[in-house]
């Protein structure tokens, strides 16, 4: 029998992933969005909706007016979910553009669509969950993002990601933000695991790792892709999401080249 994952004394038998900075990185390409309000220009005119603004207006009225929503918002440190969608429907308003639900879901596509220009996985993390996958471990994503969740899972689908995880749960979806204890509550019942038997991979230290500890997880920060500062750390630090394979299935000689707490090298 192949041995178990094991972390800090703990039985591992399923991983929950922070998604963005964790698993991917992303670059805002601002010729793919004034591409794609282009396209939602045309769209809109298509359908008999207007007068218009230029497509430049519309990515600075609306969707960068969400996202400095959404920004403000997460500074907050609230708990309770922004509506991403009410936010984009007020920018709209305010542009005295009003769109039915079945036109606001196409034009939101493009949008969400021109962000893949932007988003990035290495093929070190995509043969990481594969291997952690054959090992036996399930794999799920815990996380705060506020956009609509089709879109978001077409990006999973767009990176090949999709089929690496048995669930995926959104912020947008559960209405609550990490580190509230109801996403993790729902996203670990949609895996299917306890709480003592899975492990929080992330890179922010109250979000996923504070958060997962409080819902009874064991935890582990990445600093891949960013090294957050503040007191509290996780179970284990590891430098990139390729370590973790090492990290729970240490070598029968010892080492690995994840940091554990309360090793004297872990910092």
Known sequence: MAPSARLGGRTVEALLFDYGLTLVSFTRSSEALLRAHEEVIRRLRAAGVGPLPSAATLLAEVHDR???????????GALREIDAVVEERHAYAALGIRLSDELSEVVAALVQQAWWEGVAVSPATVATLEELRRRGLRLGICSNAPYRAVGLRLQLAHLGLAGLFDSVTFSS????????????????????????????????????????????????????????????????????????????????????RGSVAGDDTSR
Do not use: Y
């Open 173 to 256: 979806e559960i209405g609550w933000r990490k580190p509230a204890p109801q996403i993790f509550a729902a996203a670990l019942g949609a895996l299917g695991v306890e709480a003592s038997l899975c492990a929080m991979v992330g890179d922010r230290r109250r979000e996923d790792i504070a958060g997962a500890r409080s819902a009874g997880m064991a935890t582990i920060r990445t600093r891949e892709h960013r090294d957050d500062p503040g007191p509290g750390d996780a179970d284990a630090v590891i430098d990139r999401i390729s370590d973790l394979a090492e990290l729970l299935f240490p070598p029968q000689n010892g080492g690995n």
């Open 66 to 76: 969400v996202e400095n929503a959404v920004a403000r918002h997460e500074a907050t």
